[in-house]
């Protein structure tokens, strides 16, 4: 009280609103990137974090691509796995419910056809601690699923329709950055009924060893993802939040709190840390504390102040 | 877990070869085989994303004390990761994950543990040569192309009860030529045995064939790029004899031979 009395600390609420979800603050995790969310229990509170968006699932348990699935490039790396993952129902039988309490699950659906992306929504609606359905839209390295949905906006609006029927929950859709205007995506995606969109996904890249004169990548391309792709993203999430009405959830590249506040002045709502988490599995909690310090510091209140504040030159 | 480890001592150990030992405070114990996750160099005031992911490193032996673990480890020097690795300076810090995967178990009682190392291969089979000696017989077969490549011989045959060979394909030291030949003569012997091999792949799939000819049990410890070590990423993934793949950072790194689909390793 004392310290309040002097104006020393006043209180920062970092929560922000993605339409009609609440989060705790700004900082979730990335699918993909964060397993099924207990893999990282031992390493930091689940609950600390504004959520985490699990890795993206089909109908059926699917296995991956042969290795090589990743290699390192600078200051990123690239990865072509291939959507692995247990299945929707296992994730519903096994893995929601090894959650601790109050963590904020965003589930990730993900299908080679539209009508396997509705069922996998369908049987996400209503699970215990999902606050969102993820559409990835934009897998780099499927071939079914990346390039019908993820680059061709008619294509997408037809995912998103049929997603957005088979669901009442708040639907988010993950976009692909491997399109010419990112701008009509996101608009096709908010005439379509989606609450908000996440970008971006990883960038498709290539690298080659000149030993073997073939690609690093066992499956040729890959998605490039890492600190390198941070300005891509933080333009296109600009471009979208000057296209739609709808929340963006910022993706690409952080690495520190400073990196979520770009996001935020570039019109995100909320972020979502990736690649990081495989350096750092504590990065999530990390950046939260760091959010905390950046508003103490700099006398903001409100992290939602900062939302789409970026003085953009006017041409 | 997860911790900020101060470098001790960073020192060549001939050549390309070098041994690190890590304070880390909170280190418990671990299991023969299971390996941490290194920050590419040590961490400073200036944050450094490149190169960007921690690199595999098997545990080599640990000192505890009080609250903690000096963690020793063996590496080569053979890219941009272990180089600036080998800048590191005792005193500043090392990021570190771990212990991490499935280990080794230890032989039956009785029963021969030959254990098969290459390269920095050996560096997973110290440990397990430590607590298998007790439980059973233990030879310890080192393989390198040349003397001034072999790593960790002399801490083998420190061992009290451990029976070391060399093979060196120049033969500047112990017996020219493979170091599987060593193991074809040791799986000549009658009674019942164990292998475990850890080192490149051309040479782990040799001791699996040798072993499978035998009807002889063989492990092997595989490496793969990995970017967390902690079943997340799914880069490490390997193919199977069953269906699918495994990770080698949380089914493995140890898998016994037969599981492995040989032919599809790249």
Redesign the interface.
């Given at each position: 009280m004392m310290e309040e009395a002097r104006g020393a600390t006043v209180p920062v609420d970092l929560s922000t609103r993605l339409g009609e979800v609440t989060l705790r603050n700004p900082v979730l995790t990335a699918s993909g990137t964060f397993g099924y969310g207990s893999e990282f229990a031992p390493f930091l509170d689940l609950t600390k974090l504004g959520g985490f968006v699990a890795k993206s699932l089909t109908l059926e348990p699917r296995w991956g691509n042969p290795p090589p699935r990743i290699a390192e490039v600078r200051a990123g790396m690239l990865n072509s796995i291939s959507l692995e993952n247990v299945g929707v129902d296992a994730f519903l039988a096994e893995k929601l419910p090894a959650l601790p309490e109050g963590t904020a699950v965003v589930a990730s659906a993900f299908g080679t056809a539209v009508d396997q992306y509705a069922e996998v929504c369908r049987r996400l609606t209503d699970a215990p601690g999902v606050v969102a359905i993820e559409v990835n839209a934009s897998c780099p390295h499927v071939a079914a699923g990346g390039i019908e949905f993820g680059q061709d906006p008619v294509g997408l609006a037809r995912l998103v329709a049929a997603a957005r029927a088979a669901t009442t929950m708040p639907l988010w859709v993950k976009l692909s950055p491997n399109v010419t205007s990112i701008a009509d995506m996101a608009r096709v995606c908010e005439a379509e009924g989606a609450n908000a969109v996440s970008l971006i996904n990883a960038i498709q890249a290539l690298d080659v060893d000149i030993e073997t004169r073939r690609p690093v990548l066992a499956n040729g391309l890959g998605g490039f993802s890492g600190p390198a792709i941070l300005p891509i993203a933080l333009r296109m999430v600009w471009q979208a939040a000057q296209a739609v009405d709808i929340p963006i959830c910022g993706i690409g590249g952080i690495t520190s709190a400073e990196d979520v506040v770009k996001f935020l002045l570039c019109g995100a709502s909320a972020v979502q840390v990736g690649t990081l988490n495989y350096l750092n599995p504590m990065a999530g909690a990390e950046i939260v504390d760091g959010l905390q310090a950046y508003c103490e510091r700099a006398g903001i209140q409100q992290i939602t102040e900062l939302i789409g504040a970026l003085d953009f030159p006017s041409r | 877990?997860?911790v900020d480890a101060e470098v001790i001592r960073n020192e060549s150990d001939g050549l390309v070869n070098r041994r690190i030992v890590l304070s880390c405070p909170g280190f418990e114990g671990f299991d023969p085989g299971q390996f941490v996750?290194l920050?590419a160099g040590a961490r400073t005031d200036v944050?450094r994303?490149?190169?960007?992911?921690?690199r595999p490193m098997a545990i080599y032996r640990t000192a505890r004390f009080d609250g903690g673990a000096e963690v020793e480890i063996l590496y080569k020097v053979h890219g941009r990761g272990t180089e600036l690795l080998a800048e590191a300076r005792p005193g500043q810090r090392c990021?570190l994950?771990g212990p991490l995967g499935r280990g080794f178990e230890l032989p039956q009682p009785g029963e021969r543990a030959l254990l098969v190392g290459g390269g920095t291969g050996v560096a997973s089979l110290y440990e397990l040569a430590v607590r298998a000696r007790a439980l059973s017989p233990v030879r310890v077969l080192l393989g390198a192309r040349s003397a001034s490549d072999l790593l960790g011989v002399g801490d083998f045959e420190a061992l009290e009860e451990v029976g070391v060979e060399v093979a060196t394909e120049d033969g500047t030291r112990g017996q020219a030529g493979r170091v599987t030949a060593l193991l074809e003569r040791e799986l000549e012997a009658a009674g019942p045995a164990r292998v475990y091999a850890c080192g490149p792949t051309a040479m782990m799939r040799a001791c699996a064939a040798l072993a499978s000819e035998r009807m002889t049990p063989c492990v092997v410890s595989l490496e793969?790029?990995?970017?967390?070590g902690?079943?997340?990423?799914?880069?490490?993934?390997?193919?199977l004899t069953g269906?699918?793949?495994g990770l080698v950072c949380r089914r493995g790194p140890v898998f016994e031979s037969h599981e492995i689909d040989w032919a599809?390793?790249?």
């Open positions: - | 877990m997860r996750m920050s944050v994303f490149d190169p960007l992911l921690p990021r994950v793969n790029t990995m970017a967390c902690f079943g997340v990423c799914l880069g490490c993934a390997v193919p269906e699918g793949f599809g390793l790249p």
